[in-house]
Every structure is written in C-alpha cells, then in structure tokens.
C-alpha cells in the first residue's frame, strides 16, 4: 500500500527506479569506453612528446618525434599507399557493392543464399583473409601456378612479389572482404525506396536503366557517404589484413601507417615515436570524420527547419 | 548425545584449517619455483626448453614456463607489460644488446658469486660474457650459440651439379651456384623472404668480404667505414644472391621451402645452425645436407655470432629466487647445454665440452671448430640480422635498407650503401 502511494505522489523517481536498469545498461558501457578512448588517446598525445623508447618516460622533446616520423622513408612509403590504398578500396568497393545490391535486388531466386554468401567474408577475422589470399597471390603456388598447370606458360599474375603492384592485391582482398557489407547496405536502401516513387517511374515510361539512374540512385547517396566514411575509417586502420597478406613488403613497398606504428612501438622499441606516428593516424581519421560529422550536423539542423 | 560445537570452538578449527596449507608451505619454503618466458613453443626450441623444464623438475623445483610463439620481439612485448606491471618473470628470454638496455628498466639479479662457484667465466668467450654482464655484473647467462652464416647445401644439388667441393670463399660459392643453375637446379640459392632472412644475406656477405670491416662498420658504426668499397661489395654480392633465389617466396618463412632444398629444387641455404634443427625436425636425414662455415675470402672461417641467453629478474618470493640460482646452475652446467644443443643443432655456451661424442652432428663440430678458429683469428663478430650487434631500432632501421634492396633489383649497390649510411644516421 505504501508502496502505491508513494508512486502516485512521486512519479518521475519511480519512473527512473523502473528504467534504472536501461540507464545502466546505456550509460555505463558508454561512459566506460569513452572514458578509456578518450584517457588512451591524450596519454598517447603525451607520450609522443617525451623521449620514451622501452618504457614511458616523462621529458619534453617538443616536434622531435614528429619530424623524425615525417621524415622517415617507412611513413612517407606509407603514407603514399594509404591514399593510393585508401581511395582505390573505397571507391571500388563502393561499385561492386552497388552493383551486387543492384543485381540481388532483381527479385531473384534464392536471395537469401546469395546474400549470406557475399555477406560471409566480413564474418571472416582479417588475418584469415589475409593468408588464404597470400596463398592464392603467391604466383609459385596460387592462382599463376594454377593457370601454368592448365597449359597457359606465359600468364603472369606475380602482383603479391611485384612491388610496384603488391599494393593492390591488399585492395583485392579487402574488396573480397568488405564489398559485400556495402551490398548489404545499398541492398536495404534500395529496398527502402518508396514503392509509389517507382509506380510513377513505371507509368510514365522509365526503362530499368533510367529508373535507377534517375529515380532509384539518387536517393541512396545519404547511404553511400555512410559507406564511404565506414570504408575510409577501415582503410586508415588497416593492420592486421597486411600484416599477414605482406607484411609490408615486399621490401617495404606496402608499408600502412597502422604497421608503421606497431614496428616503431614494439619491433623497435620507441615508444616516443611510435605514439607520434600514432597521432598522426589520428589526424588523418579525423580529416575523414570532422567533415562527416559537420555534415550531419547540417542534415539534421536542415531536417528541423523543414 | 548431540554435538555441541561453541562458537569459539569451531573458529579456532577453522583458522586451524585455514592455516594447515600455510603451514605446509612454510615447511617447504625452499622448494624453488621458476617463472620464465621465452619464444621457444614449438618444434626444437619447444623440445629443448620443455626438456630443459623436465631437469629442472627432477631437480624438485617447481617449472613455470609460459611461451610466447613468434618473433623475439613479441616475445618482448609481453616482458615489457609485466615490469610496467611491477610482475616480471623470474627469468626471461633475451640477448645481445637487448640485455644492457632492459637491464636499465628494472632490477636484475646479481648473478656474480653463482657464475664464480660454477667456474663458468673461463669457459665462455670474452666478446660473449660482456654482452651478458653489462655494468661489469653477470646478470644474463647465455644458453646456447649459433653461427647465423653457416652454409647448408643440398647433396642431391651437389650432385646435379656434379661438385663435391664445399665453397671457401664467395668466389667459390658463385661458381658453384652457376655450376647448380647449368645442372637443372631451379634455384641456387634457398631462401625465406622475412627480414632477418634478407639480414642475414647481407651481413654473411660483408662478414666474409672483410670480417675486421664489419667490425667496424656494423658493431661499431664508423660512418667512413659505413661507407667504403667493402660495404658495396657486399651489396654487390648480395644481389648475386637475390638472383639465385626464388622470387615467389613473398614473406614466406625460411622453413617452407625445406623440402624443395632437400630434393635439389633449391641448392644453398645460408642461414643460422638453427636449421640443423628445423631439418631433422621435419624427418631429414643428415645425409641429406652437408653443413660448412659461411664463404670468407680470407680462408678462414667468420663466425657471425647469435646467442640466445636467459636474464634474471629480481623477486621477492624465496621460492623464486631458489628457483632463480637452481636455473642459473643448471644452464651452466655442460651436461644441460650438451642435452639442449643436441635438441637444437646449436652449439654449447662451453668452449670446454667435448663434441666427438654420438649426438653431435659433423655440423656442430665444424661449427663449435669454426667459433674455436674465428676467436683465434679475430673473426668472430655479432651477428646484424638477430640483433647481436645493435640495439632493436638501429637493427630495424639498417634491416629496412637492406631489405628493400634484396626486393627491389633497380637499386644499385651504391645506392644501398648510401642509404645503409643514412638509416644509421637517423636512428643513432
């Protein structure tokens, strides 16, 4: 009874009692994670300011870490790759997510298989991706020797040793990878066009070809900058899919920021410099955020006005 | 009649509980305990240390060792988080430079009066006992030796060549190599494509040009010398050997292509002892290969060297620091080291075990020969490619040039000379 009484005097503490575990549910982890990304990324900040090599030290050593970074031939290597890497990959994943969302949207006959099909690499961890396909890249042993065997002696297909070329074939796998997670989402954005939208198309005479360049395409473009942010983002951080396709080489010719830090900080031991190439990681994916969450920020406030 | 417990009665049979396997500890508080990490999991690294774990167990200690597979330096990645933790192991892995720097970062046991007791000083070779006792302290004990620039060559090569010479100097090997591509041998030279892999072409080149010039060079980093013919030579040499090499191997490990150097697909292989080991392990027979001190060009042999060593950090806990001098006695004593190098294919630390005995291979004694006539001679120098002779950073950055050059064939020896010279600016 006093349990009753005293709900109906203070509603608002019993709706929070009620609600506290969604709270907890939400808040907690978030504040956690954020608490942790946030305190990591200024202690890597300060590192890379100090003259740290096998374990942190304080001391101020100013740019120094940087500039000896920046100059270095491994992060100007990779730097080079990331934008050869980064745009290649995005951009070509892009297309062969589209036009497999296109083709699977055809209404045709065992979708589902097909989708979990091309859906399956993602569930596949990088590393895995990364062997199997430095097996089949391996001209001694893969796909060259494969055509070698059938008869054709002059097919050459020797990019994994080539090291003008070796870069794309880290852009085949992750395509081989990720495509198929921007088929999945073109495929719900197709879907999601509204079906009055293409009645009308139809009656007033539009080919399959000119409805989706015209009616149906236009609409996915809030979910191709999706794709593109979450590709980008993936582009910048790749680590563990080179390391096991080249790692790195050959030479050093598909050196990746990601691999960059992780040889300063732990093949090297210096810390001081590995956490300034860190940093720099960190600028390059917020030239890619900073513009995309402006960009929302505008959608939304234009989405309030109208 | 019912049991009556008081309430005092049964707390005091609870501590008394309680306390009964304190007590048994106490009792045997000197039952030594040993927590080591290493890289050594797998193949015969993993059976020498496990075997090395089983003595150390008749001798009722208490073995805890727990390994983690890969390259050194992920090995040291996880010593690294346990000092940052304030827990290292009571013994690790490491070796070379390696050793005075990480001795700077936490307390290491002062292994003095145990090394003195064992008489183990004189036997152990003077460029080898400063590594492990950097502030004039022994506080490291190396465990075992290799030459990382030993020569192992195919038998069914050497007979598609229709040559029984083992090559003395790199005018020799050349001819032979040219000798095994005449006779239907695909690739001379049989090779891995990680980096130490490319080091270890390299600075077998430069150690058998001009040991005295690697010396100075490489260990002690004279710019002019850093610069010299003997420096381009070597790279001269070493895209000779590129070129013999089968370019599909990318970043495969040396050990893959075992089996094609065994059935003369692959002719030479120039790498550590290590691979006596690796071969044996995987079921060939020592008829298979023959074993040889890398090419020199002064005749005698150049001994690169490589040892693996264990230090010991400081603990607290009795157990562990019994488990500390029992481990410390025990890999100084020759009977260990002759039952861990039989496993291994290295050689022993103890320049006073006798290797005529059964177990040894004719490699090992031609190699424990080779180290004996290198010291004589001067000739023995730290090995580049397994960071014996620098520091992680400066090896890495060296590794990189010369890495690039095996890969790339349109860079010149001059120019690799050049940027052999820059690297080691830049990371001084």
Redesign the interface.
Known sequence: MTFAVSTATRPATSDMVRRLPEYLMIWVPLLLSAAHLIAFSLWTIWISFTPS????VSGWVGLRNYN?VI????WQIAFDNLLLFGSAFVLLSLVTGLVLAILLDQRIRGENVLRSIFLYPLAVSFVVTGTVW?WLL????GIQKLVHDLGWISFRF?W??D?DMAIWTIVIAAIWQSSGFAMALFLAGLRSVDADLIKAAQIDGAGPIRMYRRVILPTLWPITITVIVIQLQFAISTFDLVRAL??G?????TQLPALVVY?LM?????LGRGAAAAVLMLLILLAVLLPYAAWRYVQRRRAIHA | MPVTTTRRQLLAGSAAALALPAFARAQSAVKPRLTAISQWSAGSDGAAITALGKKFEEKGGVWQHSPVPGFTTEMMNKLRAQIIAGDPPACSQLKGPEIAAWSKIAPTVDLDAVVAAAGYEKVVAPDLAKLHKPAGKWIALPLQIYSTNMLFLSKRAMDKAKADKIPVTWADFNELAEKMKAGGVAYPVANGGTRPDDGQKFEAALAGISPTVYRTAIMNLDTKALQGPEIKAAFAQVRKIADWMDPNVGAQHFSTNLKRFIEADMGMMIMGGWAQGVLRNAGFKFEDFIIAPGPSDNGKPVFLLNADAFIFWQRKEADLQAGQTLMAQLVMDPAIQTMYSQITGSIPVRTDVDLSGEGWSDGQRRTAAALKDAIASNQAVLSLAHNMAQENGLTAAMIDVITEYVKNKTIKPEQAATRLAEAVESAR
Request: proline fraction near 10%; charged fraction near 15%.
């Open positions: 090599t096998l374990v942190p000896v100059a270095s031939r491994n430095s391996n001209p001694g042993l020797d994994l040793i090291r080249t790692n080489g050959p030479g050093i010719a040889d732990f093949q090297r031991s210096l």
